[in-house]
């Protein structure tokens, strides 16, 4: 049979689906560390239009690169930092925000080619076409929370807006999210072929949203610069809170507008995050698991590392970007873990 030619009948290869999601997975963790050295370096703004296939092609002459640039000194964040930004600096902080949005793009385009390759071959297993049309749709519409995102600060604001950020990020970690655990039951399918999708516990739901939450606080602190607050770890400076920190006219806003306490928030809320994800580790290993409750053990105390390491090096960019990478790797680790939490009977 041709390469090209269709199946007759249904001809589903869970296993060679769960690898091809699997690497998708693996570009969104990539660009999510991109999207993490594009914020350390002040870079998202550095490409103002939104140009969904023309914008896969950069500059390629002087004056096109000139262009770019004056359109970039026509934002706020240009007269606000950069007065003194020359062509070439320039060209270094467009070059994340173009690797960024190259990479959203190559994405789609291989989510695109494996779900239309599988549709063809007729491999996508009953009950998870669906699914590949969800994750799909989520990818297109992460596309305009990223331009969402970036048009906060093209007018009135010299940054993005950091709970925009916040969104996108989570939007991010939700596609690969999906994708993972798609990917394992999938897998779980090419082993059993009566064995049906797993359902998240309660444990397992609450773990992940308690490590969502403290996503989201990191997301704040870097859409706020709040690491720079204070470089001191345990205490924030000579207090356990500084004094003053609490802002009344703020109220609740304090929760994701302070630096301060957003600060504050992120570090200790990162305990509690621990714990719950250490709870699912212990859960998994009741069920006989090894390597996801070592993944989920390693990444929690590597990350605790980080997040302290971040502090003292004064948001030192390489120690910063593992932080970020590091989220996604106890993650992965964690929904790894409470996969296998769910024990459902065959079909």
Not at 230 to 241: N, V
């Amino acid at each position: 049979m041709s390469l090209l030619s269709r199946p007759a009948a249904p001809s589903p290869r869970p296993g060679a689906l769960a690898g091809w999601l699997l690497v998708v997975a693996a570009l969104v963790f990539a660009i999510v560390v991109v999207g993490g050295i594009t914020r350390l370096t002040e870079s998202g703004l550095s490409i103002t239009e939104w140009k969904p296939i023309r914008g896969v092609i950069p500059p390629l002459d002087q004056a096109e690169w000139q262009a770019e640039f004056e359109n970039y000194k026509r934002i706020p964040q240009y007269a606000a930092f950069n007065l003194h930004m020359t062509l070439d600096g320039f060209k270094a902080i467009y070059f994340w925000e173009y690797l960024h949005r190259l990479l959203a793009r190559g994405i789609g385009a291989v989510l695109a080619g494996v779900m239309a390759a599988a549709w063809w071959k007729r491999a996508i297993p009953e009950g998870y076409g669906w699914r590949m049309i969800a994750i799909f749709a989520l990818g297109g519409l992460q596309g305009a929370i990223g331009w969402w995102m970036v048009y906060s600060g093209l007018s009135a604001r010299t940054e993005v807006s950091h709970i925009r950020l916040a969104v996108h990020m989570l939007a991010a970690l939700l596609i690969f999210s999906a994708l993972l655990w798609t990917a394992l039951d999938l897998l779980r399918l090419a082993r059993d072929p009566g064995a049906r999708p797993a359902r998240p516990t309660g444990l397992a739901l609450a773990a992940l949203a308690a490590l969502a939450v403290q996503i989201m606080l990191g997301a704040f602190v870097a859409g706020l610069r709040a690491g720079y607050a204070f470089a001191s770890w345990p205490k924030m400076g000579e207090d356990w809170f500084p004094q003053g920190g609490w802002n009344p006219a703020l109220g609740i806003a304090n929760l994701h507008d302070n630096p301060i306490v957003v600060q504050f928030v992120h570090r200790w809320w990162a305990w509690a995050a621990a714990i719950a994800a250490l709870l699912v580790a212990r859960a998994a290993r009741r069920r006989g698991a090894s390597a996801p409750v070592l993944a989920v053990a390693g990444a929690v105390a590597l990350q605790i590392l980080l997040g302290i390491a971040t502090l003292l090096s004064g948001v030192a960019l390489p120690v910063a970007v593992a932080h970020q990478a590091v989220a996604v790797v106890l993650l992965g680790a964690l929904l790894w873990a409470a996969h296998g939490l769910d024990r459902r009977p065959v079909l």
